[in-house]
């Protein structure tokens, strides 16, 4: 019966140490949400996210630490904001946009 406990025990205390740490991304409290994260296949520990509406976010340790960003574009930030890491490790990121036109007034209309 000790050996059970002792066991049971063991088990538990692994399983207690095998969870992941949590991290905090976003330092502003600014409720990200549309959320989209990469990660470098040229290096794994370069780590990239983006949310709403114009954060960026940018790892290089594996996302034990990130620094936080905001990005401008000539046409505006608007939503669903995407980072894609290409097989040479080049970061993109992209972002829909509502650029006012004449029978396009209230919808997104681009990709950028």
Aim: with cysteine; charged share 15%.
């Amino acid at each position: 019966m000790n050996y059970f406990f002792s066991l049971l025990f063991l088990t538990f205390a692994i399983v207690a140490n095998a969870q992941h740490k949590l991290i905090k991304v976003n330092q502003k409290n600014n409720r990200p949400e549309e959320t989209s994260i990469a990660i470098s296949p040229a290096n794994p520990l370069l780590v990239a996210a983006a949310s709403n509406i114009n954060n960026y976010y940018f790892s290089t340790n594996g996302g034990k630490a990130w620094k936080e960003q905001t990005l401008k574009s000539v046409n505006g930030t608007w939503c669903a904001p995407m980072v894609h890491f290409d097989r040479e490790g080049k970061l993109h990121y992209s972002h829909l946009v509502n650029i006012k036109e004449k029978y396009f007034t209230e919808w997104i209309t681009r990709i950028v």
